[in-house]
């Protein structure tokens, strides 16, 4: 059992998946790599996370 699905992912295909776990009355949260990654996933998901790094190398995590 789960209450929160984390799909990391940026591509807009798992929309219909998120729409069914959705159904099943859980929370997805959609991890992406970079900000070009699809629009309408991280719109479908509950919340989203951006994952970069800086210019030294040193990963940056942004909630949304």
């Known amino acids: ?3 929160t699905a984390l799909l990391l992912t940026g591509d ?3 929309v219909p998946a ?3 776990i ?3 009355k859980k929370e997805v949260i ?3 790599l970079y900000a070009g990654s ?3 996933l ?3 998901c509950d ?3 951006l994952i970069s790094a800086d210019s030294k190398g040193n990963c940056q995590i942004k909630y949304y």
């Open 1 to 3: 059992k789960y209450e």
């Open 18 to 20: 998120v729409e069914l």
């Open 12 to 14: 807009a295909d798992f």
């Open 42 to 44: 991280r719109n479908k």
């Open 38 to 40: 699809s629009g309408e």
């Open 30 to 32: 959609n991890i992406h």
């Open 47 to 49: 919340s989203h996370t």
């Open 22 to 24: 959705q159904i099943l």
